[in-house]
């Protein structure tokens, strides 16, 4: 049964040999080598032309960096216009995934595999060991954890260069935003609280928190020494009396009642004092933008500044920065 299993794998990754455009160019130059956060070196012969990253970020990471028959899937919310700000990019793949086991992914012919250190990456060794290349990146906690993904994700897809653009996008876009946002007086500013399906998700150390700074927002969270990884109780949500809560819209493609999660919240009577509720200032920002951790958090900060003062920070859906030109 094992030799059969051998002889499985050995036949599912025999496409792999004949992936890229560009083979004989790159053989030629040897090809290159990638260091991921484990340490782990990764030899590329060439550019890969099949590659599946593990999370809805990296996905839209990798897109802003590669064309899109370049990837061999993309997770199951890609498409989802509420979870997503790349519905449209996301339906040009046709293959969609959500945990994929290894068989599952070893069945899509990667020539590389990204995988976010967040979840359970014991993953990640069953696929090295039949020969898949795996590049672990960090599960993003901070604009800075953004940059160093982008950069860590072009050298995997042999696309420094763009890498390089995205960035110097990224860095452009908050710079422009940070510029406007700082000219809110200290006295102006809103404390803004998430209300997140993640319970866990928001507080200081988090990607949400980082973008609030950005926005010109205080996050009532961290104002409260509430760190991500922390839940918030109703009794911390009353003390912060935030001016704003943002309210969860998330429906995994209208599978999901979000209403009955938002109740909880929304028809609590010791909730009812609350500032947020009592004014009316309930927000719904997009999703594909607040919980984004690919270059695209810079719309995510802005869509919190919108959220926070108004429409002189609106802007448009499925906003999306890429270096493919």
């Given at each position: 049964m094992k030799f059969l299993?051998?002889?499985?794998?050995?036949?599912?990754?025999?496409?792999?040999?004949?992936?890229?455009?560009?083979?004989?160019?790159?053989?030629?130059?040897?090809?290159?080598?990638?260091?991921?956060?484990?340490g782990h070196v990764t030899h590329f012969a060439e550019k890969p032309q099949r590659i599946v990253t593990l999370s809805l970020s990296t996905d839209i990471t990798m897109l802003g960096l590669v064309e899109p028959e370049r990837m061999a899937a993309v997770n199951a919310l890609a498409d989802d216009p509420v979870s997503s700000n790349i519905p449209e990019i996301a339906r040009q793949i046709p293959e969609k995934i959500g945990m994929p086991t290894?068989?599952?992914?070893?069945?899509?012919?990667?020539?590389?595999?990204?995988?976010?250190?967040?979840?359970?990456?014991?993953?990640?060794?069953?696929?090295?060991?039949?020969?898949?290349?795996?590049?672990?990146c960090k599960g993003v906690r901070s604009i800075d954890e953004i940059r160093e993904t982008v950069t860590l994700l072009a050298a995997a897809a042999g696309e420094p260069a763009r890498g390089e653009d995205l960035v110097r996008q990224m860095d452009e876009k908050l710079a422009a935003l940070k510029n406007r946002t700082d000219a809110i007086p200290a006295a102006e500013?809103?404390?803004?609280?998430?209300?997140?399906?993640?319970?866990?998700?928001?507080?200081?150390?988090?990607?949400?928190?980082?973008?609030?700074?950005?926005?010109?927002?205080?996050?009532?969270?961290?104002?409260?020494?509430i760190h991500t990884g922390q839940v918030m109780t109703k009794e911390q949500l009353v003390s912060i009396d935030?001016?704003?809560?943002?309210?969860?819209?998330?429906?995994?493609?209208?599978?999901?009642?979000?209403?009955?999660?938002?109740q909880k919240y929304l028809g609590?009577?010791?909730?009812?004092?609350?500032?947020?509720?009592?004014?009316?200032?309930?927000?719904?920002?997009?999703?594909?933008?607040?919980y984004n951790g690919s270059q695209d958090v810079v719309f995510g900060a802005q869509e919190i500044a919108y959220m926070a003062y108004g429409d002189a920070f609106a802007q448009p859906d499925g906003l999306h920065l890429t270096a493919v030109k």
């Open positions: 299993r051998l002889i499985v794998v050995f036949f599912l990754l025999l496409p792999l040999a004949g992936c890229g455009k560009d083979t004989a160019q790159n053989a030629a130059s040897g090809g290159y080598d990638v260091t991921d956060i484990q290894s068989e599952q992914l070893m069945a899509l012919h990667p020539d590389l595999v990204v995988a976010p250190d967040w979840g359970d990456i014991t993953i990640v060794d069953s696929l090295r060991d039949l020969g898949i290349p795996v590049v672990v500013r809103k404390t803004v609280v998430l209300i997140s399906l993640m319970s866990s998700y928001g507080g200081i150390g988090s990607t949400f928190d980082d973008a609030c700074g950005y926005a010109g927002v205080k996050n009532g969270m961290a104002e409260l020494g935030p001016d704003i809560l943002f309210l969860p819209t998330y429906n995994a493609h209208g599978t999901y009642d979000v209403a009955a999660f938002r609590d009577p010791a909730l009812a004092t609350l500032k947020a509720i009592k004014t009316g200032a309930l927000r719904e920002p997009r999703e594909g933008y607040i």
